[in-house]
């Protein structure tokens, strides 16, 4: 089985919590991850944007196999300001990102009194994140059309992708706000060598 996603407003403060949109709530040896992007001065480092955090022993109960480590953090972060409606240096498109539009990051150990969050804000000190929403989590198929972790992968004939890839989130065309247009989900995926060695910076986004 699958684990859906489900977000919900909330007035609680979600720090160190799982959370779609937010600021990121970082280990102080943990960067906030970027990109490279370029304008008609040069290069430059654009930050992608944070799409949620996962304490992984909200899931523990609904992953049975340990396909996934059931403590610490998981961090979600990608280059798809566009499907916000917002102005981006990129634009990621059907098919599989570049590499670094989509980056996994994950820490073994969630410390309350250690970590901090990763606000980014703009030449106004404005927040320059969607609010944070609470995730739930709770058993799908394998094949469910929503938001979700494990289950079934893009489909073979997506440009770059294989049949062998295992789905780690599926992210839904209406989640959160994001609006895919015709395409979507957006998948990110690992080789199953990757996935089962806990290689999580090796991830590939695969927009349908």
Not at 175 to 194: H, K, W
């Amino acid at each position: 089985m699958a684990i859906a996603v489900k977000l919900s407003r909330t007035e609680t403060e979600l720090f160190c919590s799982s959370k779609w949109w937010g600021d990121p709530d970082l280990p102080a040896d943990m960067e906030y991850p970027t990109a490279m992007a370029s304008d008609e001065d040069g290069e430059f480092d654009y930050p992608l944007t944070f799409i949620c955090q996962i304490d992984c022993e909200d899931i523990a109960a609904l992953d049975p196999e340990g396909m996934l480590p059931h403590q610490g953090m998981f961090y979600v972060f990608a280059g798809l300001d566009e499907y916000l409606g917002y102005g981006s240096p990129w634009h990621n498109g059907p098919g599989q990102w570049e590499r670094k539009q989509v980056v996994v990051k994950y820490t073994k150990a969630i410390n309350f009194e250690t970590f901090r969050s990763a606000i980014l804000v703009d030449d106004d000190d404005e927040s320059l994140t969607q609010p944070a929403l609470k995730m739930s989590f709770e058993a799908c198929a394998d094949d469910a059309p929503v938001t979700r972790l494990l289950g079934s992968g893009p489909s073979a004939e997506v440009p770059g992708s294989a049949a062998n890839l295992v789905n780690f989130l599926q992210i839904a065309s209406g989640t959160g706000g994001l609006d895919f247009g015709p395409d979507g989900p957006l998948n990110l995926v690992y080789t199953p060598a990757d996935f089962s060695a806990g290689k999580w910076k090796l991830v590939r986004g695969l927009l349908q």
